[in-house]
Nanobody, 115 residues
Framework: QVQLVESGGGLVQPGGSLRLSCAASGTIGSISSMGWYRQAPGSRRDLVAWISSGGVVSYADSVKGRFTISRDNAENTLYLQMNSLKPEDTAVYYC?????????WGQGTQVTVSS
């Protein structure tokens, strides 16, 4: 089993920044892909960004140039640096990890962008 715990969410004004973290524990083994989804009220869960074990990254068009995903394999931690935040970025952010074809989810962290 792999446990994922997110942190770093909160309330921020438009134009501000937040850094989300996702700490992995348990039977880590070789986690391959990791990433972030988000879900706003009444909306589906959408992919925000992902990163491979080798560092290849991909972003949703809506966050390109503003968000940066990274991972520290030694610390088993995934990050999402979010800059120039907009009200439409408001959502619950979930991290995920894939290990041996099994998908694991974190519990989510709320990000609210509002003045």
């Amino acid at each position: 089993q792999v446990q994922l715990v997110e942190s770093g969410g909160g309330l921020v004004q438009p134009g501000g920044s937040l850094r989300l973290s996702c700490a992995a524990s348990g039977t880590i083994g070789s986690i391959s892909s990791m990433g972030w989804y988000r879900q706003a009220p009444g909306s589906r869960r959408d992919l925000v960004a992902w990163i491979s074990s080798g560092g290849v990254v991909s972003y949703a068009d809506s966050v390109k140039g503003r968000f940066t995903i990274s991972r520290d394999n030694a610390e088993n931690t995934l990050y999402l640096q979010m800059n120039s935040l907009k009200p439409e970025d408001t959502a619950v952010y979930y991290c995920y990890g894939v290990r041996e074809a099994t998908l694991y989810w974190g519990q989510g962290t709320q990000v609210t962008v509002s003045s």
